[in-house]
């Protein structure tokens, strides 16, 4: 058991993970991704971009409502509820990537270094499909060189 499980894409502690007990049974994003600040919330301006053999995606920011997508509208789809005003305070900004291949993503946010990786997905021989994948990507703060005025 467990044969289909396969290694993560990237990012700071990023994992794979396949179906709990061997291949998936149910359609799947191929990544998801979860991203975090160090220092506190994620920044209310946090964008996420992607692109992938089919298509530039459109872009999210997270204090944007009108770059909210749905997966009828788009490929990447952020959990945040659209009933509700842009979070100012989010621990962790969860989105899913409903790509088939390679995969760039970008992301940047205020305070914060701009984030790019190529996440490329893992293929089971034994399940003859390419794996889901949990991504976690940490923020690193822009350091400050100590110029003050």
Not at 28 to 52: K, L, N
Not at 53 to 61: L, Q, R, Y
Not at 74 to 85: E, F, G, I, S
Not at 105 to 126: H, K, R
Request: charged share 20%; proline share 9%; with cysteine.
């Amino acid at each position: 058991m467990g044969a289909c499980k396969g290694p993560g894409g990237g990012g700071t502690g990023g994992a794979g993970s396949g179906g709990a007990g061997g291949c998936p049974s149910v359609r799947e994003a191929m990544f998801t991704i979860t991203v975090r600040a160090p220092e506190g919330p994620v920044p209310p301006d946090t964008t996420v971009h992607i692109a992938w053999s089919a298509a530039d995606e459109p872009t999210f920011v997270l204090n944007d409502k009108n770059t909210w997508k749905t997966l009828e509208d788009a490929n990447l789809v952020c959990a945040v509820d659209p009933t509700k005003p842009p979070p100012d305070a989010l621990e962790a900004l969860v989105c899913e990537l409903w790509t088939a291949g390679v995969t760039r993503v970008e992301i940047s946010g205020t305070g914060y270094q701009d984030f790019e990786q190529t996440l490329t997905p893992v293929m089971s021989e034994e399940c003859e499909a390419f794996i889901p994948q949990t991504v976690d990507i940490e923020l690193v703060p822009v350091v400050d060189e100590g110029i003050e005025e």
